[in-house]
């Protein structure tokens, strides 16, 4: 405030102020002109009413001196003109009358006039008046100056947060959201969630699930969360399994964000054939699987660090493994949700979680974790943003996605191509071979799109020659009760061992009959199999796990085994078009 | 929330003192700059006996300190984590990036 009326004595006593002087007489014009000019102010005349109220239009004075009686319009009547064209700028107005009585004050304020001279005009009077009326002037213009600037902030952010609630929501969204299997709930405490939902499906049919939560709420932690979603999308698509996905997730928010900026995350694979769950928990509360009975089953705590804290060596990006061999519902939250249920972030919490849920049906659960969010107060009284997922498992059902992508191919002739790599052990541990392949084919064809059934034959050829070629695993350990779990464990170590032996893949692409054809080679340096008995056995063998010659056999139109059997050739159609991603075994 | 800074000898210690959240912002930070403005600190602990309650953000700035004490090779160590606390910093796995004592 100091700083205020400092300036109000500066300004008002060299008032840069003009005023509209409105008399008839010439006289007082002269003299009223004259002595606010020495005061300091600029001086217009008019010399009537109606001339002040074109004055003011045109001229925009910061304060007018208007008689009260004067031909052609009166002081009263131009007034009321003036304060009816609603200017956005206080304007005040002093009149001056030669009656000098109570009852003509009052009508003058009640007219719209802000102070009252009477004639004849007492200069020492009218210089006190007119520094209180310049005073209180620059008090008014600063707070008008004020509330406009202001009011265009609020303009400005109000259209800020509409584009970027908008960008928000179309980069966070995917239609993949309306898998059956799936059902999701998100709650911002403010515009903004920092909270965030994604589920999208890989070619072989996987689903893969995402529950994000920015550190803090509103724009920052909804900022923080969006550059997640596009490695989680475009990797999930290519085919990429959750371990890749996380370390270029981790990687993106550690180059992106402020060092005190980071993602808590859940990722979630499903792979509805071999009833595998894969789960990466990374500073949420734990997940919860649970059967139909409410019975919890399995918890997965968070086991790492969240997403953009840790680099690369301190960070592990391996997820956790559970089967189920019987309905269950996998169940994630943020920990806004917990905290907003009452609920300790620790296992205590998941079982209370359980405990809620369990009676109620499986396809009521997320309705009656959302009543009992809102009967405490919900996002209001934690401030935090508040999300959820679950989704539901039964053995032996895996539904396709909801929307088969579908195989766009460039027109025309393609012609002849082909390539050739060579693996050893170190590509075979760091790098996931199947979406590579798959994409040079796509690129080599100008697909947009992923084609499922070429990404199941690659992913087939590939495990075939890696788990039992290469690793020598048999697949019979996967019949051992908890035999997948430990297949996966033996995998593991296997491939960590690794020093030798490699896979070599050559893929051609040519016309046939006008049609485009894939030629795909795959060779390894295991010991091979029987494939004469295995080819001789085929119909009456119907194991679950093997080779998957018959699924190769039903998609492709030539397999043909050499050598030992660690030589396969298979021949592919590209133009084969019914979709089905999810509709083959994938070992 | 209330910050304090007490420093003996080469070991500067931060006491915290109630809910340990965004709004400590400023205070935490004027604390811990300090503590790393002081040459003869090699060790920085921050107390959170006092602590009712952390949210995300404040881990954050427990990494932001850590980031600034790491440019001066300083470690950072984490003091008396109970109850709520702990499980938080448990969830978020904070044990592998603060020693906690």
């Not at chain 1, 300790?344 to 109620?360: F, N, R, T």
């Not at chain 1, 592919?572 to 509709?583: I, S």
């Not at chain 2, 400590?24 to 107390?47: M, T, W």
Request: proline fraction near 4%; charged fraction near 20%.
């Amino acid at each position: 405030m100091e700083l205020v009326s400092g300036q109000v004595s500066a300004v008002a006593t060299a008032s840069s102020h003009s005023v509209l002087v409105v008399d008839d007489h010439p006289q007082a014009q002269v003299l009223l002109s004259r002595f606010l000019k020495r005061m300091g102010y600029q001086v217009e005349i008019a010399s009537n009413g109606l001339e002040a109220v074109e004055a003011v239009i045109r001229r925009r004075p910061d304060i007018v001196i208007m008689d009260v009686e004067m031909p052609v319009m009166g002081g009263y009547e131009a007034t009321e003109r003036i304060r009816g064209a609603a200017h956005e700028r206080w304007l005040p107005i002093v009149f001056l009358s030669a009656t000098p009585d109570s009852g003509a004050l009052i009508r003058a304020l009640e007219r719209g006039g802000d102070d009252y001279l009477v004639k004849p005009i007492s200069y020492t009077v009218l210089r006190a008046k007119m520094r209180a009326v310049s005073r209180t002037l620059i008090l008014q213009r600063e707070l008008e100056d004020r509330s406009a600037r202001l009011a265009a902030y609020r303009a400005a952010e109000d259209e800020q947060n509409r584009t970027a609630e908008h960008v928000i929501r179309r980069l966070a969204t995917h239609d993949l959201l309306d898998e059956s299997v799936l059902q999701h709930w998100t709650a911002a405490a403010s515009v903004f969630s920092g909270d965030l939902v994604a589920a999208a499906r890989t070619p072989s049919g996987r689903l893969h699930v995402m529950l994000a939560d920015g550190a803090g709420h509103g724009l920052a932690a909804a900022l923080s969360a969006l550059p997640v979603t596009q490695p989680f999308y475009r990797m999930t698509e290519k085919g990429y399994p959750l371990s890749t996905i996380v370390e270029e997730m981790n990687g993106k928010i550690r180059r992106l964000l402020p060092v005190e900026h980071f993602v808590a995350a859940t990722l979630i694979a499903v792979d509805f054939k071999e009833q595998v769950i894969e789960i990466w928990n990374g500073g949420n509360p734990p997940l919860c699987v649970i059967g139909e009975q409410g019975n919890l089953l399995h918890l997965a705590r968070s086991r790492n660090l969240a997403l953009g804290v840790a680099p690369e060596n301190l960070f592990s990006t391996d997820p956790e493994i559970y089967r189920y061999d019987e309905p269950c519902q996998v169940i994630s939250c943020s920990d806004g949700l917990f905290e907003a249920a009452g609920w300790s972030a620790a296992d205590s919490g998941a079982k209370l979680l359980a405990e809620l849920l369990g009676p109620h049906a499986p396809a009521t659960r997320l309705d009656r974790l959302k009543e009992r969010c809102i009967a405490i107060g919900g996002t209001a009284a934690t401030n935090d943003d508040v999300s959820a997922v679950v989704i539901t498992c039964i053995p032996g059902q895996y539904a396709a996605p909801a929307s088969v992508l579908p195989v766009q191919q460039r027109v025309g002739h393609v012609g002849d191509w082909h390539f050739e790599v060579g693996l050893s052990a170190e590509q075979l541990k760091t790098v996931d071979v199947v979406p590579l392949l798959h994409d040079v084919v796509s690129r080599m064809h100008g697909w947009c799109v992923r084609n499922p059934k070429l990404f199941l034959v690659l992913s087939e050829l590939v495990t075939n020659a890696l788990d039992h070629g290469v690793l020598g695993l048999d697949s019979l350990i996967k019949l051992e009760p908890e035999g997948f779990q430990r297949y996966v464990h033996l995998r593991q170590a296997k491939l960590a061992a690794l020093t030798s032996g490699g896979i070599h893949v050559r893929i051609a692409g040519f016309d046939r009959d006008s049609r485009p054809m894939l030629s795909i080679v795959v060779k390894d340096t295991g010991s091979g199999f029987d494939f004469e008995a295995a080819l001789a056995h085929e119909a009456t063998l119907d194991a679950p796990y093997g080779r998957g010659i018959g699924l190769l056999r039903r998609v492709c139109e030539g397999v043909e085994y050499r050598g030992a059997g660690n030589e396969v050739e298979v021949l592919f159609a590209v133009d084969q078009n019914d979709g089905g991603a999810g509709a083959g075994s994938s070992d | 929330m209330q910050a304090h800074l007490i420093t003996e000898q080469t070991v500067a210690r931060i006491r915290l003192t109630g809910r340990f959240d965004f709004s400590g912002h400023r205070e935490f930070k004027d604390c811990y700059e300090a503590a790393l403005n002081e040459p003869a600190v090699s060790q920085i602990d921050v107390d959170m006996e006092d602590v009712e309650y952390l949210d995300s953000s404040a881990l954050g700035m427990l990494l932001l300190l850590k980031d600034h004490a790491d440019a001066r090779a300083l470690p950072v160590s984490l003091l008396n984590c109970g109850g709520m606390v702990k499980e938080i910093l448990d969830v978020a796995n904070f044990a592998a990036m603060f020693p906690m004592r």
